[in-house]
């Protein structure tokens, strides 16, 4: 099966510093990857979804001067949280799609980001 | 606008059959999924339906009517570590997914 690898799976960081997060379709092709966010006890916020070679759309709230998504390649994507605050301490999961006519979205194991 | 509903939280008892709904509205229809998410870990995938009916996949089962906007997943013979969050979400025109706030399944022995 498609597997998406993500890395750091934590980090504690201090407030103001950035923080990248890297997500990658390790045996597939993502022509298209989202990243999600998820406080406690609460459903998945989409945040963003990329494509390859061109920019981020990003969904309404979400400020995209402060994370900053770059999809490289058909086979990684990074968000980087600049500035970080305390109310960013969340719980982020990107997922990949290979192709729009594929059934489901794969996730990644999620990243844990703490900021003090 | 595009909305899900599911139950915010289920309590069942192991061995028991529980079975969770999902209404939604969107912009056009490219399927519906099922998720299952325990605390602190990522979403699995559970199950897919695009056509009316049910489609079973052993001790889980899926329906959908599409022209209700309705869905349900139904869970067999449940079991200790079912206990996780499930997540209704629906494809628009777009291909893009909606997600609803999930359901809190809680097993009890």
């Known amino acids: 099966g498609a597997v998406v690898s993500q890395h750091p799976s934590w980090v504690i960081c201090k407030s103001g510093t950035s923080v990248k997060i890297e997500c990658r379709s390790l045996?597939?092709?993502?022509?298209?990857m989202f990243w999600y966010r998820q406080f406690p006890k609460q459903s998945l916020m989409l945040m963003a979804t990329?494509?390859?070679?061109?920019?981020?759309?990003?969904e309404q709230g979400v400020e995209k001067d402060k994370f900053l998504i770059n999809h490289a390649s058909l086979t990684l994507s990074t968000l980087t949280v600049t500035s970080a605050h305390p109310e960013d301490s969340s719980f982020y999961i990107c997922?990949?799609?290979?192709?729009?006519?594929?059934?489901?979205?794969?996730f990644g194991p999620g990243t844990r980001l703490t900021v003090t | 606008g595009q909305n899900i509903d599911q139950p915010t939280e289920m309590t069942a008892t192991e061995g028991a059959i529980v079975q969770i709904n999902c209404t939604y509205q969107?912009?056009?229809?490219?399927?519906l999924f099922w998720y299952q998410q325990h605390a602190g870990e990522a979403p699995t995938f559970l199950s897919y339906?695009?056509l009316d009916g049910l489609e079973e996949k052993g001790r889980f089962s899926s329906f959908l009517s599409r022209s209700k906007g309705y869905s349900y997943l139904l869970l067999k013979e449940l079991q200790m570590k079912d206990s996780a969050s499930y997540l209704c979400?629906?494809?628009?025109?777009?291909?893009?997914?909606?997600w609803g706030a999930g359901t809190k399944l809680i097993i009890k022995p």
């Open positions: 997922s990949a799609e290979p192709t729009r006519e594929l059934l489901e979205q794969y």
């Open positions: 045996d597939f092709q993502a022509t298209t």
């Open positions: 990329s494509n390859e070679g061109s920019k981020a759309t990003y």
């Open positions: 969107t912009s056009g229809f490219n399927g």
């Open positions: 339906n695009v």
């Open positions: 979400a629906a494809r628009d025109s777009n291909y893009q997914l909606i």
